[in-house]
């Protein structure tokens, strides 16, 4: 019985420090939209409508990202040179 207090005890505190270091991650990143952090405190519903908002918006950036990279991958390409012709 007491084991269940220590693990429960133990899991408190590492998802406390999880938190802590997730929070801080947000407010350094200037991207990052500061409404999460307080997402915990929300209802089942508000975490949903988060989280499919989340994707979304995770689908649009990495969309525009690999749109980047062809473009990016494209102008960094050399012309092949044709050998010249004898005749």
Same mark, same amino acid.
């Given at each position: ?26 407010? +350094?990143?200037?991207?990052? *939209? ?16 988060? +989280? *499919?908002? $989340? ?13 980047? *990279?062809?473009?990016?991958? +494209? ?11 004898? $005749?």
């Amino acid at each position: 019985f007491l084991m269940v207090f220590v693990i429960q005890n133990s899991q408190n505190r590492t998802t406390k420090a999880l938190h802590l270091k997730l929070d801080e991650l947000i407010r +350094a990143v200037d991207a990052a *939209r500061n409404d999460y952090l307080t997402v915990e405190q929300e209802t089942e519903e508000e975490m949903q409508r988060a +989280a *499919r908002f $989340g994707a979304t918006r995770s689908r649009r950036r990495s969309s525009t990202m690999e749109s980047g *990279r062809k473009r990016s991958s +494209a102008s960094r390409r050399q012309p092949r040179s044709t050998p010249a012709k004898r $005749g």
